[in-house]
């Protein structure tokens, strides 16, 4: 059997980041070593605010450009609490997913099993979405400035950006998923009626690529009523596709409906494959449970099974999935943001067990 090499850059970032990193990386180890099909060249990368501390960099200023020769990038997180979160986000993450332009962020969220909702009563079936986030432009495109800094006539602006090229990408990708999906059901997230410019293009383009989809069902909110009917309604959404500052709003409130935090994955994604995707929990660095621990690695094993689909280990990513669901399965492997008592290293054990087929 010929064997498949991916080469996997791991920038574990900042706080849970490097120990939820670490910890996947000893399941992907498991995983490919069960499979034998392929196996992971892994190139470990420092880049942190550690890093900028030392260097006044997060990263070398060819970063980006250093990681285009990988398959794939396994991201942690980024953030310390004595250096502003603007220049972590912009100095580490932002500087990597916007010059390799990946531009859909994928994000999908379901109950596991063994795990609850906060929702009352709402059970698997009920809630099942994947939210695709625009995560090249809009309200992120670092477009904007301050003045006169310190005076009374001091003046700041952030400026959205939403280009026809930039929202039509982003609204075919999401009907194309949604179109992959058992319920074919899109629902197009804007604020049309107080953004009058912007939004009003998104509508517009949605409309008008929805003509190339016709067995996709869509249908459009605006994001605050948005945030109602994921709580009231779940049942009701499937796909979902929003700017960059709403999806990013409306997926923190998604994972705490499935659950916790410590469970939602995210990939960034070029889907032409023109350059590496990038794939990682989407919680921060957590410096509250930094070094205790007891950092819940169950969104970075999931990120790395959306990781190894994206590579086409296909039959890999479903024994992860299957682990990391039996797992999840047993409250006594639940770590304290689930409500339990379990460490990284035993979920992380119990996981590499199942993978091993010990379980
Ligand atoms: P956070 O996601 O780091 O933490 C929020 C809360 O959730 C905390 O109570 C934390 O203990 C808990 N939590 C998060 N992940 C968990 C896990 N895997 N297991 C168990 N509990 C978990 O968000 P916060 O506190 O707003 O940000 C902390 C730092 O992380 C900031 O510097 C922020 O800028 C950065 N951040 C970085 C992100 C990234 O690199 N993609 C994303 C979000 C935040
Ligand atoms: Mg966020």
New binding site residues.
């Given amino acids: 059997m010929t064997v498949k090499t991916h080469k996997i850059a791991a920038i574990g970032?900042d706080g849970?980041g490097v120990e939820?990193v670490d910890a996947c990386l000893e399941v992907l180890d498991a995983l490919a070593e069960r499979d034998g099909g392929f196996a992971l060249e892994t190139t470990n990368f420092d880049w942190s605010t550690d890093r900028y501390k030392r260097t006044g960099e997060f990263m070398p200023k060819d970063g980006a450009d250093q990681l285009r020769a990988f398959d794939a990038i396994l991201f942690g997180?980024?953030?310390?609490p004595d250096v502003p979160?603007h220049l972590?986000?912009w100095g580490l993450?932002l500087s990597i997913c916007q010059p390799l332009d990946q531009y859909a962020n994928v994000r999908p969220t379901r109950m596991l099993p063994g795990i609850t909702s906060p929702l009352r009563g709402v059970d698997r079936t009920e809630l099942d979405w994947v939210i695709v986030r625009e995560n090249s432009e809009g309200e992120y495109a670092g477009q904007g400035g301050r003045s006169h800094p310190g005076l009374p006539i001091e003046v700041a602006t952030d400026v959205s950006i939403f280009t026809r090229a930039g929202v039509e990408r982003i609204i075919r990708y999401a009907f194309q998923l949604a179109q992959k999906r058992p319920r074919k059901l899109l629902t197009v997230v804007t604020k049309s009626n107080a953004q009058r410019h912007g939004m009003v293009l998104w509508d517009q383009i949605a409309a008008e690529v929805a003509q190339d989809f016709p067995d996709v069902t869509w249908d459009k909110m605006l994001v605050d009523a948005m945030t109602v009917r994921m709580v009231m309604h779940p049942d009701s959404l499937d796909t979902i596709v929003a700017t960059n500052l709403h999806a990013d709003i409306l997926s923190d409130l998604a994972a705490a409906l499935s659950g916790s935090?410590?469970v939602a994955p995210t990939a960034n994604l070029n889907p032409e494959r023109d350059t590496p995707s990038m794939f990682?929990?989407i919680?921060?660095?957590?410096?509250?449970?930094t070094g205790k621990g007891v950092?819940?690695p169950v969104?970075t094993f999931w990120t790395a099974a959306m990781m190894l689909e994206h590579l086409g280990e296909k039959p890999a990513a479903d024994r992860l999935m299957a682990a990391v669901e039996s797992v999840t399965a047993d409250p006594s492997l639940h770590?304290p943001?689930l409500g339990g008592k379990a460490t990284t290293r035993a979920v992380t054990d119990a996981v590499i067990a199942a993978i091993r087929g010990r379980n």
Avoid: C, M
């Fill in positions: 970032g849970i939820v997180a980024v953030g310390a979160d972590t986000l993450r935090i410590g990682e929990p919680h921060g660095s957590a410096f509250d449970i950092a819940n969104a770590t943001d």
